[in-house]
């Protein structure tokens, strides 16, 4: 499997930006999606996490309310909806997918099977 993630760029604090991560290759069965974000000298931080079927949801407390995780089976995409962005939002954004679909909700870097490559997100002031 692999994951193709895409959608980062430069956008001004308040703005949005919608990230996109699409899985390829051979499939093994279904499979929960997580977002994660990394900072120069800083650990992996989980961002949000979806399970299969798209009915639970999780969300890290900072990006409550302003950002939207979804997917789209039918086309192996997971969606990352980001608005009211605001500079400390600003990081390196991977997806990743966890194949047992329930150790996704745990927000463990750790815990995932695949990922992706990072998209860089940049948040002026």
């Known amino acids: 499997v692999q994951l193709q993630a895409s959608g980062g760029g430069l956008v001004q604090a308040g703005g949005s930006l919608r990230l996109s991560c699409v899985a390829s290759?051979?499939?093994?069965?279904?499979?929960?999606a997580g977002w994660f974000r990394q900072t120069p000298g800083k650990e992996r931080q989980f961002v949000a996490g979806?399970?299969?079927?798209?009915?639970?949801?999780r969300y890290a407390d900072s990006v409550k309310g302003r950002f939207t995780i979804s997917r789209d089976n039918a086309n192996h995409t997971v969606l990352l909806n980001m608005s009211s962005l605001k500079p400390e939002d600003t990081a390196v954004y991977s997806c990743?997918?966890?194949?047992?679909?329930?150790?996704?909700?745990?927000?463990?870097?750790?815990?995932?099977?695949?990922w992706g490559q990072g998209t860089l997100v940049t948040v002026s002031s």
């Open positions: 990743a997918a966890d194949f047992s679909d329930y150790r996704w909700s745990a927000g463990l870097a750790s815990l995932y099977d695949f």
């Open positions: 290759g051979p499939f093994v069965g279904s499979y929960a």
């Open positions: 979806i399970n299969w079927r798209g009915s639970s949801t």
